[in-house]
T-cell receptor, first 114, second 117 residues
Framework: GDSVTQMEGPVTLSEEAFLTINCTYT??????LFWYVQYPGEGLQLLLK?????DKGSNKGFEATYRKETTSFHLEKGSVQVSDSAVYFC?????????????FGSGTRLSIRP | EAQVTQNPRYLITVTGKKLTVTCSQN?????MSWYRQDPGLGLRQIYY???????DKGDVPEGYKVSRKEKRNFPLILESPSPNQTSLYFC????????????????FGSGTRLTVV
C-alpha cells in the first residue's frame, strides 16, 4: 500500500546550519506530496507541497523537490533559525486511492540551538 | 479567517462518561476527517466524511462515533471513553477528498488533548 518513510529524529542543529530531512514514499499513480510542520502545542500547518514530478515546493526558506525517479521529497533549508524548532511531517495524497486520506510519515523532531 | 475550530482544547474526563469533541470549518469544505496522534504511532485516521450524511471508518474507529448533519460540523463522539483513548486529537478538512482533485492537503484544527482517567 501507499506509505511514507522519513528520517528518524530527533535532529539537533546549531542556528544557521543547513537542514535536510529525508523523505521517501511508495504510491501508485501520481501522488501529491506535502510537508507539514507542527509547532509545540499547535496543530499541523501545511508548509509546502508539490503536485507533480520535478515540481519544487517552497515556503519560509524551506524547499523540497518531487523526485519521481527516486520516489523522494527531501526537505531542505539553507540556514535554520531557533524558531524552526518543531516536528516536521512528510505526507502524500495518492491519486484515486481506496483509502481516502492523507498518509503521514512518523514525524521528525527538529531542535535548533542558539 | 479560514479555519478549522476544535473544542475543547483540553479535556480530562473519567472512564465511561460520554463526551463530544466539536469540529467546525468555515471554508465550505466537502471532506472532513478525525485523526489521533500518539507518541511512536504517528497520526492515525479515526473516521472521515466525504460530504453531508456520508461517513466512513478510518484505521482506528473502535470506540468512536461521528456524524455529519451539516457541511461545516463534524463532531467526534466517545460514548464510553476508556484510558486507551487518552490522546491528542485533530480534526482536518479539505475542499475535496484527498485522492481527488485539487489535492491541496488538509487544513487542521489546533487539536484537543484528551485524558481519560
Amino acid at each position: 500500500g501507499d506509505s511514507v518513510t522519513q528520517m528518524e529524529g530527533p535532529v539537533t542543529l546549531s542556528e544557521e546550519a543547513f537542514l535536510t530531512i529525508n523523505c521517501t514514499y511508495t504510491a501508485t499513480g501520481y501522488p501529491s506530496l506535502f510537508w507539514y510542520v507542527q509547532y509545540p502545542g499547535e496543530g499541523l500547518q501545511l508548509l509546502l507541497k508539490a503536485t507533480k514530478a520535478d515540481d519544487k515546493g517552497s515556503n519560509k526558506g524551506f524547499e523540497a523537490t518531487y523526485r519521481k525517479e527516486t520516489t523522494s521529497f527531501h526537505l531542505e533549508k539553507g540556514s535554520v533559525q531557533v524558531s524552526d524548532s518543531a516536528v516536521y511531517f512528510c505526507a502524500l495524497s495518492a491519486q484515486y486511492s481506496s483509502a481516502s486520506k492523507i498518509i503521514f510519515g512518523s514525524g521528525t523532531r527538529l531542535s535548533i540551538r542558539p | 479567517e479560514a479555519q478549522v475550530t476544535q473544542n475543547p482544547r483540553y479535556l480530562i474526563t473519567v472512564t465511561g462518561k460520554k463526551l463530544t469533541v466539536t469540529c467546525s470549518q468555515n471554508m465550505n469544505h466537502e471532506y472532513m476527517s478525525w485523526y489521533r496522534q500518539d507518541p511512536g504511532l504517528g497520526l492515525r485516521q479515526i473516521y472521515y466524511s466525504m460530504n453531508v450524511e456520508v461517513t466512513d471508518k478510518g484505521d482506528v474507529p473502535e470506540g468512536y462515533k461521528v456524524s455529519r448533519k451539516e457541511k461545516r460540523n463534524f463532531p467526534l463522539i466517545l460514548e464510553s471513553p476508556s484510558p486507551n483513548q487518552t490522546s491528542l486529537y485533530f480534526c482536518a478538512s479539505s475542499l475535496r477528498p484527498p485522492d481527488r482533485g485539487p489535492r491541496d492537503g488538509y487544513t487542521f484544527g489546533s487539536g484537543t488533548r484528551l485524558t481519560v482517567v
